[in-house]
């Protein structure tokens, strides 16, 4: 018996993975906030909280937070997820051939017109995920069920328009240099303890209400998107457990694809810290971010500042979010 709680602890906190967590029950959160919240933890967000992380603000230093969007660009295709697209619509000279204005050779020739287009998948690129992207047995967050809203033109409830502008306290958590490495192994999951630890380091402390972002180093990578594509290291169930229930952050991020590490921990679920998260605690995230330069020049306390795109009924949105460095508590 001795060896066998040995056994489950060491999986537990070794790679976050426990015969308890394969057989517990995993069911949608109902929100404390009432029957209709589609906000979840967001609703930690006040004016009075906004107002004082933004008097904290020391340097007119703006820190942006997220990648390029460009032709090739890393994303799930594998599931097929349609990639990133853009075409011009109209050229300089094109205009002159075509002539679409009807306005005739030499207005357009001295008037030039660029016009493009795109078409992408909403999680690509630093995004952030709604309470509908992932659910649990028919549900999504505070019981709102595909049958009910989920209509030919997207979700009824939680949708990316219900996203507000976000602004809170910002910490960065550096576990890739918190280890003296490059970047995390392949697959590597994060841990509660690698996360004190990197916070130790640090010398910051976590509060309620936090934005708390976490760095593997996958960004440097983001080109090259074969070897971007293979590692998928990220946090463990059993570290988002620690953040949200024991720490109580708003809003988590991080500067992988898949925010959780792949394979899965669970072999009863797939994504366990997505359905966790959203749709049990109600607690949305950012995935693809660009954190190096923060974590270049130690900046693990700022005033994060973010708002994304209000796509009608959308289980995601492309956001730009930015840091600017606050005065430590």
Known sequence: MKKLMLLSYFLTFQTGWS???????EKVGKSPWGPDDELGTLNLMTEQTRLQVLSKINSGKVYD????YFVGMP??????DPPYQFWMTHTPHGTVVDNPNKLGESMNAKVSYTGDAISMYTHMGTHIDALNHFGLNGEIWNGFSAEKHLGDK???KTGAETIP????????????????LERLPANYRISSLDLMEALSKQNVELKSGDIVLIRTGQARFYTNSDHYLDEYPGISLEAAKWLVEEKGIMLLGADNLSFEAFPPERNDNWVPVHTYLL??????FLEQMNLESLAEDKVYEFAFIGS???????SGSPIRPIALPIESD
């Open 19 to 25: 015969l308890a967590q394969e057989i517990s029950e």
């Open 65 to 68: 937070l997220s990648v390029e």
């Open 75 to 80: 994303s799930f295709h594998a599931l097929g």
């Open 154 to 156: 997207g979700w009824k």
């Open 165 to 180: 502008p976000i602004i809170g306290r910002g910490v960065l958590i550096d576990i890739v240099s918190s280890k003296g």
């Open 279 to 284: 749709a049990e605690k109600g607690v949305m």
């Open 308 to 314: 994304s795109l209000k796509l009608k009924g959308a």
